[in-house]
């Protein structure tokens, strides 16, 4: 493994398990048994390297999009389980999310800019189901109050379930939240679209 790559990897490791306030570049150093230099010179300042951890879990988010021509239901919710999956292995963003669009100013930015994406790109992914028979069809506002509580889900179900679930493993908060989006969804699907919640509840 490339040094770049032990840097990422451990502070990835450390952030996770105190959080990413908690945890300064010669600590991490010290762990990785380098000279603090060693890792400013591939991530000037701390930020540096949690701008990095960010652009790599928007990285592994987009992978696991599905475009709008293969979306159903099923693929609909599987998308959200691993983007979940995600998040839990880079929780310490998630965690740390207010802190970070405080004193982060670069990711501040992408992050309006980004959100604005998720949530246009959202609404026509929600379009797009009612489209193709899987739910019914519902009003803009309607739509604007769906879109909203997915993002809010998505934002900061991990720091709820760190809080509320500690008692639950990883796989059992995800259901949990999973099966919120579920209930939130059901009363606007058509008997198709309840057909492959059905499928996808079985599956989790």
Partial sequence: MKT??????KALEMFNQRGIEYVGLRELASVLQIRVSNITY??????DLVNRLSMDLNKLNSEVVVENEHLTML???EM???VFQN????????????????QNKVISEKYKNTQRTRNETMKLTLIHLQQTGYLNSVSENKLHFLVSMLSLIARFWISEATVSFRN??????IRHYLILIVELFYPYC???GKEEIQRFLEKI
């Fill in 42 to 47: 591939y991530f000037p300042k701390k930020d």
């Fill in 75 to 77: 693929t609909f919710l």
């Fill in 4 to 9: 770049e790559e032990k840097i990422i990897s």
């Fill in 168 to 173: 639950l493993s990883r796989d059992e908060q």
């Fill in 87 to 102: 998040h839990v292995k880079y929780r310490c963003l998630l965690l740390s999310l207010v802190h970070i669009l405080e």
């Fill in 190 to 192: 058509t008997e198709t």
């Fill in 80 to 82: 959200f389980h691993k």
